[in-house]
């Protein structure tokens, strides 16, 4: 089975600008979990897509915001980008199912913004 | 408030020793616990992980012990070995459909 992927895997983007991340899922898994990470801070859990509706959110501003397709892809917009965006951005799948807390990481998109 | 601590940022072991790696968390909702592994320019692979139900949890090397009352956790690599070198980070969740809860990770350094 091909693992979770993510692209791009670097970005740079500018102050104020805008950026959409996407993150494929392991086949068959429905749910789809974004966290960030940053130097001296664990993952920081953004949201959860399970079948197209957001099902968990983290305390993010409303500049972070995320959907998810029909066959489980999901993307990740962040506007009006900040300093403090620069990050590691993580997304993990899993099936979805109750009680299944397992979650499989793609290798991340690394955000700088300048 | 952070629920999930990993009080030692960093940690130096010799080859062939034991690797003992603890994290603390604060909210007694939590029933399910994980342990993942890190590597630079890597996402996180799970490692093992254990029930509340359970206090000891087995896979070759590693072993997690978890200890309710106390509402800590540990990890234990025996023995260690180089390619252990990474970030570890352990996690917490909620039965259900609930986010894990990560700590800010131990990075483990494996000396030949």
């Known amino acids: 089975k091909a693992g979770v992927t993510q692209t791009p895997r670097y970005l740079i983007k500018t102050r104020g600008q805008q950026v959409t991340l996407s993150c494929s899922p392991i086949s068959g898994h429905r749910s789809v979990s974004w966290y960030q990470q940053t130097p001296g801070q664990g993952l920081q859990f953004l949201f959860e897509y399970f079948s197209e509706t957001q099902r968990n959110k983290g305390n993010f501003p409303g500049r972070f915001s995320g959907r998810q397709f029909s066959n489980s892809r999901s993307e990740m917009n962040v506007s009006t980008l900040e300093l403090g965006d620069s990050a590691l951005y993580l997304c993990?799948?899993?099936?979805?199912?109750?009680?299944?807390?397992?979650?499989?990481f793609g290798p991340g998109t690394r955000l700088t913004v300048t | 408030d952070q629920q999930v601590k990993q009080n030692s940022p960093s940690l130096s072991v010799q080859e062939g020793r034991i690797s003992i790696l603890n994290c603390d968390y604060t909210n007694s909702m939590f029933d399910y616990f994980l342990w993942y592994k890190k590597y630079p320019a890597e996402g996180p692979t799970f490692l093992i992980s254990?029930?509340?139900?359970?206090d000891k949890n087995e896979d070759g090397r590693f072993t997690v012990f978890l200890n309710k009352s106390a509402k800590h956790l540990s990890l234990h690599i025996v023995p260690s070995q180089p390619g252990d070198s990474a970030v570890y980070f352990c996690?917490?969740?909620?039965?259900?459909?609930?986010?894990?809860?990560f700590g800010k990770g131990t990075r483990l350094s494996v000396i030949a």
């Open positions: 993990a799948s899993s099936s979805g199912v109750l009680n299944t807390y397992e979650q499989y």
């Open positions: 254990i029930s509340s139900i359970k």
């Open positions: 996690a917490a969740s909620v039965s259900g459909n609930t986010p894990l809860v």
